[in-house]
C-alpha cells in the first residue's frame, strides 16, 4: 500500500511504532551535514550491519523532549528500506534496475540524496537509492538520461 512498508507506515506515531514493534525496535543516530539526528531501525538485511527498515521521526515544535530525542507524540516522515523483500505494487525494490524504474514510474528527478544518490518518483512519494559504485565507475554526470538502465537499486525511501 502506498506510504507503507509491510507494519510501519508513513504518518505513524512513535509511541504505535514502539507498542507494535518492543524490543526489535533500535534507536540509532544518524549523521547529515555534521548535525545528528534521532532515528529507529528496525532488523537487519543478511548478515550486513544495515537495518531492513530506517524509520526517520518528525517532531512538531514541542513534542521532542529536552534532549531533542523523538517523544511517542512524533510522527514517522520518511521510511528507508535496505530488505530485498518488500516490493511496490509495480514489483520494484531492492535489487530492481534503474530501467524497470523508469519504464514503470515517471522519474521526475535523479540526485543527491542524504543516503546517496535517489531517482525520485514524486507522484509515488518514493526515492530509488542507486548503487553508488556502479554511478562512480562509468563518470558519467548524474542525471536521469544518463544513467545506465542496468545501475542497481540499493534502498528505497518512502516520504511525506
Known sequence: APGRAGAVRIGMR????????????????????GE??????IGSVGSSRLPALLLEPLCEDGEDDAAGAPTDRCRIWRITIRDPSYRTASG????????????AAPVTFVGPNPMGTAA?????????????????????????????????????????
Do not use: C
Open 92 to 103: 520494484l525494490g531492492v535489487g530492481s534496475r534503474y530501467g524497470e524504474v523508469r519504464r
Open 36 to 41: 545528528q539526528y534521532p532515528a529507529f531501525a
Open 120 to 160: 525520485t518518483v514524486e507522484s509515488w512519494q518514493l526515492n530509488f537509492l542507486l548503487d553508488p559504485e556502479a554511478l562512480t565507475a562509468r563518470k558519467l554526470p548524474v542525471h536521469r538520461e544518463t544513467i545506465h538502465d542496468s545501475v542497481r537499486v540499493v534502498g528505497v525511501q518512502l516520504y511525506r
Open 14 to 33: 512513535v509511541a504505535e511504532l514502539r507498542a507494535r514493534f518492543g524490543l526489535t525496535l533500535r534507536e540509532v543516530t544518524l549523521m547529515r551535514g
